[in-house]
């Protein structure tokens, strides 16, 4: 198997764990590489749904090493809760999970800012989950961040929390007239946080290396989607990290000459959860039909995803930025009850054809989608385990995508469940 990068074409939520759990059978390795407790991913096996925000969707492998790099910033109460949601269901990572030493932590300051920058910034707010990634990226950043390594070690860690205190409960009492948080409390908890992770806590440059010398196989895990890249996305409408397929090098400490093909989720349709324009949404009754018969509801904060109908200019420019080999398309089944299905083929932004998604916010908001009708084709696609068993509408509306996006479909999803899926052509 060659070594993938798993990315979302989208906005995010498009059904990556899905993919990456399925993917994971062929792989040895899976490598979370940016991002943080902000995404949420969902993987049902057999009767069971597991929801992950930092451990790598394919910890229920039993023999799959999990690893969560230093491009995600990490809350480690949350990887402790999903520790111990794991063992509530017979399954331990013991000896198979792994910490970057050198990622970043996010600390009570980050979260209260987060949550301070929303509220001051009423009707303009990004639409952030409050769990503080933002401001933790940030200090990452501007070299104010406290490490994984560090909680490991007091006299690492106390100099560097007694600094931030100095100035973050200053500019909290200042800006936000919020009260302080007391540095001794943030030692005294995040050293005991220290212990209780330091079984998973490695360099992680260094045994990657050791892996790769192994042949191992790799599947780098990404989260959100390119539409949300802090750089190539809606800006500021995005997250605070590089959600496109460079990033798995930079957030995992291996080199680009590994990776052998970028896989991107897309939907049968589009999906966002949080404010920023979005050019197909439909705030209408069939909208609203596509978030209840897909679930349409973020794994984090519960919120109602916006829905619309297929955009191809954002996935062509997810296939440029990320150099797209292949597509794996999620939640096809979602449209079997459509009898006619809209596709957006290009924009018009001031009367003039638009074929990618642009980067200035004020024209993604000027973007009129030109939209391609398609027959649906009113059949149950849930129990299709080959290409030959879909409905020819179907395969139809498949074979537009591939044409308007210019990249092959290599995997289909008919279903939350790992076996509901069709394998094409991944090779």
Known sequence: ??????????????????????????????????????????????????VFHLIPSGIMHKEKVCIIGNGV????????????D????????????????????????????????EKKAGKDAIGTTGRGIGPCY?????????????????????PRIEAIAGFRNQEFDLMYGAPPIDPEQVIAEFLELGRAIAPFVVDLAEMLHGMRKQNKRFIFEGAQGTILDVDHGTYPFVTSSNTVAGSACC???????????????????????????????????????????????????????????F??????????????????????????????????????????????MPSQLSKVGRCQP??????GWMADTTKCRSWNELPLNARSYLKRIEELVDVKIGMISVGAKRDESIIIDLD
């Open 311 to 356: 955009d191809a200019p954002v996935v062509r420019k997810a296939a440029i930025v990320n150099g797209l080999t292949h597509l794996a398309m999620t939640k096809l089944d979602v449209l079997d009850s459509f009898e006619e299905i809209l596709v957006c083929t290009h924009y018009l932004v001031d009367g003039v054809a638009q074929q990618t």
């Open 138 to 158: 940030s200090d990452k950043v501007n070299r104010h961040g406290v490490r994984v390594g560090d909680l490991l070690d007091e006299r690492e860690l106390r």
């Open 86 to 117: 794991l063992a509530k269901k017979g399954i331990t990572p013991d000896g198979r999970l792994f910490i970057a030493d050198n990622a970043h932590v996010v600390l009570p300051w980050h979260i209260a800012m987060d949550k301070l920058k």
């Open 73 to 84: 910033v990490i809350d480690p109460r949350q990887i402790l809760i999903e520790i111990a």
């Open 370 to 375: 030109v939209y391609e009708k398609l027959p």
């Open 251 to 309: 957030g995992s400490g291996l080199g680009p000459t590994l990776i052998d093909q970028v896989v991107g989720v897309v939907k049968a349709y589009t999906t966002r959860v949080g404010n920023g324009p979005f050019p197909t949404e439909l705030d209408n009754a069939i909208g609203e039909n596509l978030r209840k018969i897909g679930g349409e509801f973020g794994a984090t904060t519960g919120r109602a995803r916006r829905c619309g109908w």
């Open 1 to 50: 198997m060659p070594n993938r990068v798993i990315i979302g074409s989208q906005w995010g939520d498009e059904g990556k764990a899905k993919v990456v759990d399925f993917l994971t059978l062929d792989a040895d390795i899976i490598i979370r590489f940016q991002g943080g407790a902000n995404a949420g991913h969902t993987v049902k096996v057999d009767d069971q749904e597991f």
